[in-house]
């Protein structure tokens, strides 16, 4: 009897110093599957080795003996105690199992859930298991069919769509603003490190073009150079707000350095179409009053990291919907799962009903054989559709059983009693 | 026959299901299934104008029941034409109410055996009520995506990140779309009125003759001229123009309502 299991640690279960302890460096990831998957009793496993988990996936021979070998292997191969390394691991077997597999691939057991990474590394960890051979045909439907619940909680919830780190929800409230962002101009002020991440994420999403303004020029042109902008001077800044719709302000200044009036002069030159400053400096640079003008939308840090919240909020709901998803999947593969370990069984029963029947056939060939060819054909036919018609619905039981019984125990009473009777012939 | 309004009056509800489930959980694909329930729905809505049409021998606008129908016909026009242009989940989620409700009254109104007056028998009648109506439908919308852009921007003002912050489209989006169905209904309600006009002097001699409905799609047709007198003059803000929509549509739906004097045949 065979099964799935996870034996691993996380975020959740263990501390970053453990879980530092116990990752794989990414050179030496090939070479511990291959190991892993030598072990008596292991069929195939896979490891994967993140910075918020270390999991080992594997289909073993026995259920209590499997993961007991891969967590003292875990043990051993990463030097942390049995004793210690004991209360942080969680192990899964079966469909608990999937699901744990499903849940991770799809972001819905990280730290921060629904971030898109996770999918990557999975495939990268699984495509070394792949390259080392340390993977056979379980975890190859096993990590396929991960794949394909990730991408159907991708595609069908909207778990993705909330950004959750600052310069992202600021890139969100640009757009909440203008919509598509191609060909908007961005005015930054200042040439702070957060201020460079805001930018990097803007020009991601395709913005127009891009200002910068620093009171030291040098730092201006070298940021500008970075996003194939032009550097202002600090004095024109007024006048380089009214050509600007995006305004990300990151300096070190103390001081206020956009004013209301500032603001309003821009405006009545832009005709008052809609602006939006982004102020990341603390303490602020643009005057919270500037929000008060009509179209103007002005938003600092505090404000970014509610938008950040709501949208955790978001992924929460959206995330209720992935899990339906997960059951979907963890069922129809558990569906498959129980036709795979029919295999054998299916061939051995099978072959026992086609061996009684050859075996009447022969006596009966041997006591007067068949009048010519076209009558041996036609038995032969006949005997191998009355094998078909005997083993079909027990075949169908064995596959598709609706996991109320024990399929294996059904099947060792089919064998039993499909057994050649000593003394008879 | 009016059972093909039935069945439409039905996809349109049940497109409606569709576009308020995609609206609420933001799944694009409820968005596409409800556009299809939609256009099977238009295709029967259009069936059955051609039906009334060939039998009762008039286009279908002679009175209030196939006004209304004539009128949902309309809004389902545009919000196809819009959804297959633009991809807002929102839109469904406003507009299909408004589609569904006219459908369903009109069907519950319905008169068996209507006899349309003298004065309608004119080739004028399909184009100045068709162009009539299309603008009505046009300035719905004008008014829906006002509003989808006053509560969008009291929510960015606000940072209120909430359900609304999430679900409705952006700002600028909201006021493009808006000023959109802005020139499209003026060109339309422009149209009506000319046509009108030289229909009123075929008809009775005169080419403007004051009746209450005349003067008030004078009056609608002057606050949209305002509208986009300063929606292209730029010096605007979005927000008052959104005002100006509302009442806009507060004022097409009394020029809808006045049917006295020579337009007292619905």
């Known amino acids: 009897m065979s099964n799935l299991v996870v034996v691993g640690l996380n975020h959740r279960t263990a501390p970053l110093d453990t879980r530092q302890r116990a990752a794989f460096d990414p050179e030496r990831l090939a070479e511990g599957m291959r190991e892993l998957s030598g072990i008596p009793g292991i069929l195939e496993a896979m490891i994967l080795s993140t910075c918020n988990r270390v999991e080992a996936i594997a289909h073993v021979a026995g259920a209590p003996s499997g993961p007991d070998a891969i967590e003292a292997w875990l043990s051993d191969s990463r030097g942390i105690p049995r004793a210690e390394l004991r209360p942080l691991l969680y192990r899964y077997e079966d469909e608990s199992a999937v699901r744990h597999v499903f849940r991770v691939a799809s972001s819905l057991d990280s730290m921060i859930l629904g971030e898109p990474q996770i999918l990557g590394q999975v495939k990268s960890c699984y495509a070394s298991a792949v390259d080392a051979r340390s993977v056979g045909p379980w975890l190859n439907h096993l990590l396929q069919a991960a794949f394909r619940t990730a991408k159907r909680v991708r595609s069908e919830t909207s778990i993705g769509e909330y950004p959750v780190s600052s310069s992202s929800a600021a890139v969100e409230l640009a757009r909440k603003i203008f919509g598509e962002l191609s060909g908007r101009r961005v005015l930054v002020v200042g040439a702070g490190k957060m201020g460079e991440t805001a930018v990097r994420h803007l020009t991601e999403s395709g913005v127009g073009s891009i200002s910068v303004v620093n009171r030291s020029a040098e730092a201006a042109r070298a940021l500008a150079e970075r996003f194939d902008g032009v550097a202002g001077d600090f004095s024109r800044l007024g006048e380089m707000l009214a050509g600007a719709d995006i305004v990300i302000t990151s300096t070190g200044a103390p001081e206020i350095l956009i ?5 309003e002069e821009a405006m009545r030159r832009r ?11 603390v303490p602020r640079n643009v005057d919270p009053g500037v929000g008060a003008i009509e179209n103007v939308f002005c938003y600092d840090i505090d404000d970014l990291s509610s938008v950040v919240e709501a949208n955790l909020g978001e992924r929460l709901r959206a995330a209720a919907a992935a899990e339906k998803i997960v059951d979907q999947e963890v069922r129809a593969f558990s569906d498959k799962i129980r ?30 054989g068949a009048r010519d060819a076209r009558q041996l054909r036609e038995l032969e036919s006949m005997m191998s559709r009355v094998a078909a018609k005997i083993a079909h619905p027990l075949l169908e039981e064995l596959r598709h059983g609706d996991g109320s019984r024990n399929e294996t125990a059904l099947a060792e009473l089919l064998q039993q009693l499909l057994q050649p009777r000593k003394g008879k012939p | 026959m009016i059972w093909i309004l039935t069945l439409a009056a039905t996809l349109y509800l049940v497109g409606l299901l569709h576009s308020v489930f995609g609206f609420y959980q933001k799944r694009p694909v409820f968005r596409r299934l409800a556009l299809g329930m939609v256009a099977g729905a238009f295709v029967c809505h259009t069936l059955f104008l051609f039906w009334i049409g060939f039998t009762r021998r008039h286009f279908p606008i002679t009175n209030l029941p196939e006004s209304l129908c004539f009128f949902a016909w309309c809004i389902s026009l545009i919000f196809m034409l819009a959804s297959c242009r633009y991809r807002i989940n929102a839109l469904g989620a406003f507009t299909l109410p408004m589609v569904s409700g006219l459908t369903i009254l009109s069907q519950v109104v319905w008169e068996e055996n209507h006899f349309s007056p003298m004065v309608l028998r004119s080739g004028w009648v399909y184009f100045h009520a068709g162009t009539a109506f299309l603008a009505y439908a046009a300035f719905f919308l004008t008014f829906l995506f006002a509003v989808f852009y006053l509560i969008q921007e009291k929510e960015l003002k606000g940072k209120n990140f909430r359900f609304l912050y999430f679900h409705l489209p ?11 169905f802005l020139y ?8 009506t009125i000319i046509s009108g006009a030289i229909w009123a002097e075929q008809a009775w001699g005169r080419f403007w003759n ?18 986009i007198h300063y929606r292209l003059s730029g010096r605007w803000h979005a927000k008052r123009a959104a005002y100006v929509s509302i009442l806009g549509f507060a004022s097409i739906l009394v020029t809808f309502g006045v049917n006295w004097g020579l337009h007292a045949f619905l």
Not at chain 1, 259 to 263: E, G, T
Request: a neutral charge; proline letters at 10%.
């Open chain 2, 210 to 227: 004051w009746d209450p409905k005349e003067t008030a799609s004078l009056v609608t047709w002057c606050i949209y001229l305002f509208l």
């Open chain 2, 184 to 191: 499209i209904g003026f060109a339309a309600m422009s149209l």
């Open chain 2, 170 to 180: 952006p700002l600028q989006p909201c006021d493009e779309m808006s000023g959109r």
């Open chain 1, 339 to 368: 036709s795979l370990k029919a295999v054998p069984m299916v061939r051995e029963v099978q072959g026992r009903i086609e061996d009684i029947c050859r075996s009447e056939l022969e006596r009966f060939l041997k006591k007067g």
């Open chain 1, 271 to 281: 005709r008052q179409g809609p602006m939006i400053f982004i102020d990341i400096s």
């Open chain 1, 259 to 263: 004013p209301p009036p500032m603001v």
